[in-house]
């Protein structure tokens, strides 16, 4: 990047601070920090109204608020501070010029066009309409209208966005929430909302609300520290590191309460949207406005007070553009076959999937590169997505251009076309933003990136590739995928499977990514990538032991992140550095040498052999793999908010639906199911193996703990599909099974009539009978709803216990043939009321059961028999009449882990 640009680039992140520093003033102030001069803050920063009436506080603490972490900032003092005239402007003179915090703090009172700019992006990442924003600007932020009570707006707490979602035919209201997230840093445990906190009344008095805003603050500002000094020289490296930390302090902050009006009464605000993404979303429309204008010239002009005044909402010029990147053929990419694909499958298979994630990001930062952004222009970047808002500049069209050929050239010559990134992009005006037009904006993107999918590597284009695949003068076929060449290479393996492997070996060895420009460093620290990923290289390291070497390397780095692990369940997810949760957990053994390793599949599949009461093994050695995605996506985003989506909301909806399977499912793995191996994990999907019984469980968890997650709304839930398979068995093979157990679980319906229907995700009301539900799960090559899933496994424990008992009270050792024949008998009672002939299916489930264990107790009197037989046919039969074949996912459980193990 030459000078004229980076200097760009630094000027859009001080315009991209102002935006995301403009409301930390409601924090600061919910906190109750000491406040110097806030009377003369008031002044300079709060509307007034008649009366001398003063509103938005929150206004005045901002600069306060900087005050208190202008320590561990950048020195935006002593070079350059474009677009800004100063870092402050002294008391006396605050009202001239543009300081960069005057700027952040007069966006409810703006005097110049800087001010407006921030002004503006406040209001559009608010969806608000002229009338609407009015009202809230005379407005008090003080309290909370609930259920005729009010609450102190520090007592006020995040409303849940995923519970308000509908997506009933019919139905424009979305559904009232009744719970509140808990106001506590990031953490996986931190993640779900609070039943306690629930709006029927204030969840704590308003000394201790306060107390927790402070508790909260302080813990912000230690964090503010932590951001390595060496970071301060380079904005847009610590603008990264401080986007994870806003993130980590304030996901739970709600950004506005209801606010009470001059007049009496309530501005019914939904608190549901969190500070951190209104701070991100500002200073996203903030730079995007500053860099649209600056290239016409035209900053002055378009946002002079009256001009300003009369169009801040209705300008038809289309100053924005959002760019969408999507990994196509992410499927593929993983699950390649050809050459050695099951030797060190783990490694490759884990390294793959890493590099999706790694691809991904790297494409954005290539984006924002081309539009010399900071990183806090991107707004989304989750399963092989992101969402970039840029300014709509004359040459963006041949900026994207020559990104798209960058990419296609890379995936061209390093995977045959496998994947692909496409970048789909939609120009947008102010009044796109508003709610009620956004979701048309939204619509536009996807159907523009479902043209763009079409147009991969753009072979029917003007100037198509001359030759696609050239063929090179030596050629050796890789050992590992069979299709890459590997000639020169002493271990047979090309360079992209190399990397995969090495990101596989490293992922347990190390938790930072350092990113820089290939060429910038000729002695990078740590393990570096063998690969050049669209003109960046990649580097892995240790935080604690290559601490002083990232610190000493940081001018070269475009970025550094941390990818490690939660370290416990409610430990802040704040390291020092930007955080990226593109790490699944992996189970760790020790190699012969005492390093720790990724656990193979065969080593993963012998922990479903247990010793039983003589310490003799039982059970199969087999995997289960468990691939699952939210059910209705498109639909949960594209209508579930209706009319009251915002970009705000779009973003934190999208944000938490990632942090779901991205930090909780690893946090929980570690902790319950610790032999899991997470291939991929975030997004709204997951496709994890592990041990069978292990894996079984761990579906019932999931599935438990993402109803706790969208606060018992019936509308958002997942299905997934569980298949039981050998160790050995090809990559390929075992993705095409997953998949298809998946689509199974999608095409569930409630039982017809006549039988028990299924139950909603959280077991609160049936659904109507042959209604296709999807929210369900496959086992053992039977969908069943969740519900009745749970059931299964309960009913296999009560089967595993009447086992027990007629062994150690009888004697009777239960024999798998007699188990086996229940099977048979399960198939007989689904089908009973179509064929009539197995209607009988319950007099031989007696007569069975009566041969058994009158030749197995031969010594016993009659009524010991009929005792035994009793006990069979309120344990098992009744489960038989009750679930039918359902029941078989009982019993397959039950067999799998009698089985001797060989």
């Not at 007069?106 to 921030?118: F, G, N, S, V, W």
């Not at 900071?374 to 970047?381: A, D, G, H, Y």
Request: aromatic residues 10%; charged residues 25%.
């Amino acid at each position: 990047m030459d000078k004229h640009n980076r200097n760009l680039l630094h000027a859009s992140c001080r315009m991209a601070l102002a935006g995301f520093i403009h409301d930390v003033g409601k924090f600061a102030e919910r906190a109750g920090i000491e406040a110097n001069n806030l009377d003369g803050n008031k002044s300079i920063y709060c509307p007034t109204w008649q009366g001398g009436r003063q509103t938005h506080i929150h206004a005045a603490y901002t600069g306060i608020a900087i005050d208190a972490i202008e320590a561990f900032m950048p020195d935006l003092k002593k070079d350059s501070i474009e677009p800004f005239s100063s870092w402050r402007d002294s008391r006396e003179q605050q009202r001239v010029g543009d300081s960069l915090i005057n700027t952040a703090a007069m966006h409810h009172k703006p005097e110049t066009p800087l001010q407006r700019i921030i002004a503006t992006a406040d209001r559009l990442a608010s969806g608000f309409e002229r009338s609407t924003f009015e009202a809230y600007n005379q407005a008090e932020e003080e309290h909370e209208g609930v259920r005729q009570e009010r609450i102190n707006h520090r007592q006020a707490r995040l409303w849940p966005l995923l519970e308000q979602i509908t997506l009933q035919k019919g139905e424009t209201k979305l559904r009232t929430p009744s719970q509140r997230y808990p106001l506590r840093p990031l953490a996986p445990t931190t993640l779900f909302p609070d039943a306690n906190g629930t709006a029927a009344s204030p969840p704590m008095d308003r000394a201790q609300a306060q107390a927790e805003y402070k508790q909260l603050w302080e813990q912000f500002v230690e964090g503010v520290e932590k951001i390595p000094p060496a970071h301060r020289d380079f904005l847009d490296l610590w603008l990264d590191d401080f986007d994870t930390l806003l993130l980590t302090f304030t996901h739970a902050i709600p950004s506005a309460t209801a606010a009470k009006k001059p007049g009496g009464g309530f501005i019914q605000i939904p608190s549901d949207v969190a500070l951190y993404d209104h701070l991100k979303a500002t200073a996203a429309f903030a730079v995007a406005l500053w860099r649209y204008h600056l290239a016409r010239g035209s900053v002055e002009s378009a946002f002079s007070e009256s001009g300003w005044k009369e169009q801040w909402d209705t300008s038809r010029e289309q100053e924005f553009l959002l760019i969408q990147g999507d990994f196509s053929g992410i499927q593929e990419f993983i699950f390649a076959e050809g050459g050695e694909t099951t030797k060190k499958a783990a490694k490759l298979l884990r390294g793959r999937s890493f590099q999706v994630s790694l691809l991904t990001e790297l494409a954005a930062v290539a984006v924002l590169a081309a539009f010399e952004l900071p990183p806090t222009s991107q707004i989304v970047n989750a399963a092989g997505k992101f969402l970039i808002v840029a300014p709509n500049l004359d040459d963006a069209g041949a900026r994207l251009d020559r990104v798209r050929d960058t990419f296609d050239r890379w995936f061209l010559e390093h995977t045959f076309g496998q994947g692909s990134i496409s970048l789909a992009t939609t120009p947008a005006t102010r009044a796109d933003f508003r709610k009620g037009a956004f979701d048309q904006l939204i619509r536009r993107l996807f159907q523009d990136l479902e043209v763009r999918k079409r147009q991969r590597f753009d072979l029917c284009g003007a100037q198509p590739p001359e030759s696609i695949f050239p063929l090179p003068a030596r050629f050796r076929a890789c050992t590992k995928c069979g299709q890459r060449n590997a000639a020169g290479r002493d271990d047979g393996t090309c360079r992209l499977c190399a990397d995969q492997i090495t990101i596989g070996e490293n992922l347990v060895k190390k938790d930072r990514l350092r990113i820089t420009r290939t060429g910038s460093d000729n002695r990078p620290p740590g393990v570096t990538l063998a690969i050049d990923y669209f003109g960046y290289q990649v580097s892995f390291l240790d935080g604690e032991k290559d601490k002083e070497e990232l610190d000493r390397c940081a001018g070269q780095a475009v970025r550094i992140w941390d990818f490690s692990l939660p370290d416990a369940g409610d430990a802040p997810l704040w390291h020092g550095y930007a955080r990226r949760s593109v790490n699944g957990y992996l189970w760790k053994v020790q190699d012969e040498k005492g390093e720790e390793k990724i656990a193979d599949f065969e080593e993963i599949a012998k922990q479903g052999v247990k010793p039983d009461a003589k310490g003799e093994p039982r059970g199969v050695a087999a995997l289960a793999i468990l691939k699952g995605d939210v059910d209705n996506l498109g639909q949960i985003f594209q209508s579930g908010l209706g009319k009251r989506n915002t970009f705000a909301r779009m973003a934190t909806l999208s944000r938490q639906m990632h942090a779901f399977f991205a930090i909780w499912l690893p946090w929980h793995c570690r902790e319950k199911a610790k032999n899991t191996y997470t291939v991929f994990a975030g997004g709204d999907d997951f496709f994890l193996i592990g041990p069978w019984l292990e894996q079984m469980h761990l579906a019932a968890a999931m599935h438990e703990a993402f109803a706790r997650y969208v606060a018992g709304n019936p509308d958002i839930h997942f299905s997934a599909g569980l298949v039981m398979t050998k160790p050995d068995l090809p990559i390929p093979t075992l993705a095409t099974r997953a998949e298809e157990a998946l689509a199974e679980a999608k095409q569930y319906r409630a039982p017809p009539t006549g039988k028990p229907p299924a139950a909603d995700p959280q077991g609160k009301k049936e659904c109507p009978a042959g209604v296709a539900t999807k929210n369900a799960v496959t086992c053992w090559q039977r969908s069943v709803g969740w519900a009745r899933f749970k059931e299964m496994l309960a009913a296999e424990k009560e089967l595993a216990q009447l086992v027990e008992a007629m062994q150690t009270e009888h004697e009777l050792e239960v024999s798998t043939g007699y188990l086996y024949d229940l099977l048979h008998l399960c198939e007989k009672a689904e089908i009973a009321t179509k064929k009539p002939e197995d209607a009988i299916w319950h007099a031989w489930f007696v007569y069975r059961t009566w041969r058994f264990v009158v030749d197995r107790l031969k010594k016993a009197d009659d009524a010991a028999r009929h005792e035994v037989s009793g006990q069979f046919a309120e344990k098992i039969g009744e489960r038989i009449r009750s679930y039918k074949e359902d029941y078989k996912i009982a019993l397959f459980t039950h067999l799998y882990q009698r089985r001797k193990s060989r």
